[in-house]
């Protein structure tokens, strides 16, 4: 007797992509909800057609149109991916001993890092997890208890809660102000390349052109200073005296406390939040995870 794998051997890869053009009805469609090319697509479903020996779409134009045998076998496979996807979650569910928080590498090194022995010695025997990206969209979200989402574009379909208020302000080192104590006043006076930038993509939060604009004062001339893609990277070139940044309530407070930074006039707010917690939805079932939620709730910073 010819065995299931033996039947379906060299076919596991085109099946996805199979029910997903079954879905969508579209090749290009079915391309872009997968990441992958067209003609990918294309000799996913010729292979599924050479195996099976039928065709599985009427074709015209660009246009494709699932015929029964394939609806019936796309209907299968998607069971089959549903099923297999639960048991995957409940097995990451039953980790009870242990926790994953996602966020940004530059979030994990000014904010978490400062908590973290204080996070471990709440979670008593739980193990804590850091995944740290700064591209959050691409994580396997059923795999995560906790993101911290400063983009909100990066933002999981997931409930939330907020974090921190939004506060923007400038910040520079003791050194540099004794070296500029005119910045206390008139900040705009600054050479071009001593304003030090944050390249914060297409997030919405403030970048030194906008705080300026909020504050109501001339925007100087920012073609100079230098762009940092890493939020830790600018922070330890502020505290080097190479020039002003801004920085965020919440992730400078340490760098303020020890005396590392000032913090400069005025204060900006653009919008209300700027992190939040994004959390998997199913908190009862695990309950380390409602754990590590009572222990956010706890460092919430909305004054």
């Known amino acids: 007797?010819?065995?299931?794998?033996?039947?379906?051997?060299?076919?596991?890869?085109?099946?996805?992509?199979?029910?997903?053009?079954?879905?969508?009805?579209?090749?290009?469609?079915?391309?872009?909800?997968?990441?992958?090319?067209?003609?990918?697509?294309?000799?996913?479903?010729?292979?599924?057609?050479?195996?099976?020996?039928?065709?599985?779409?009427?074709?015209?134009?660009?246009?494709?149109?699932?015929?029964?045998?394939?609806?019936?076998?796309?209907?299968?496979?998607?069971?089959?991916?549903?099923?297999?996807?639960?048991?995957?979650?409940?097995?990451?569910?039953?980790?009870?001993?242990?926790?994953?928080?996602?966020?940004?590498?530059?979030?994990?090194d000014q904010w978490l890092t400062q908590r973290y022995s204080d996070l471990r010695n709440f979670m008593g025997k739980v193990q804590v997890h850091v995944l740290t990206t700064d591209r959050l969209r691409e994580i396997d979200q059923s795999t995560v208890d906790a993101t911290i989402v400063w983009n909100l574009e990066d933002a999981p379909r997931q409930p939330s809660f907020p974090l921190i208020r939004e506060e923007v302000f400038p910040i520079c080192s003791p050194t540099f102000l004794s070296l500029h104590p005119e910045i206390e006043n008139n900040l705009g006076e600054l050479p071009s390349e001593s304003y030090l930038h944050f390249d914060v993509g297409a997030s919405g939060f403030l970048t030194w052109s906008s705080w300026f604009t909020r504050c109501g004062i001339r925007v100087p001339d920012l073609t100079q200073g230098m762009t940092f893609d890493a939020y830790p990277f600018l922070l330890q070139a502020v505290r080097r005296s190479e020039g002003v940044g801004l920085g965020w309530k919440g992730v400078v407070d340490r760098a303020l406390a020890d005396g590392e930074v000032v913090r400069l006039s005025p204060s900006v707010v653009s919008r209300e939040i700027s992190?939040?917690?994004?959390?998997?939805?199913?908190?009862?079932?695990?309950?380390?995870?409602?754990?590590?939620?009572?222990?956010?709730?706890?460092?919430?910073?909305?004054d």
């Open 1 to 108: 007797m010819e065995s299931r794998g033996r039947r379906i051997s060299g076919s596991l890869n085109s099946l996805e992509v199979f029910a997903t053009a079954v879905r969508l009805s579209n090749l290009s469609r079915a391309a872009k909800a997968l990441n992958i090319s067209q003609p990918a697509v294309s000799h996913h479903i010729s292979t599924l057609e050479r195996r099976l020996q039928q065709a599985l779409f009427a074709r015209r134009n660009n246009q494709i149109t699932p015929t029964a045998n394939a609806r019936k076998l796309a209907d299968a496979i998607t069971l089959g991916l549903d099923h297999i996807d639960q048991v995957w979650r409940d097995l990451s569910i039953a980790r009870a001993d242990e926790v994953t928080i996602a966020c940004s590498f530059g979030f994990a």
């Open 275 to 302: 992190y939040h917690v994004f959390h998997h939805p199913e908190i009862a079932t695990k309950q380390s995870r409602a754990r590590l939620l009572d222990w956010f709730h706890s460092q919430t910073l909305l």
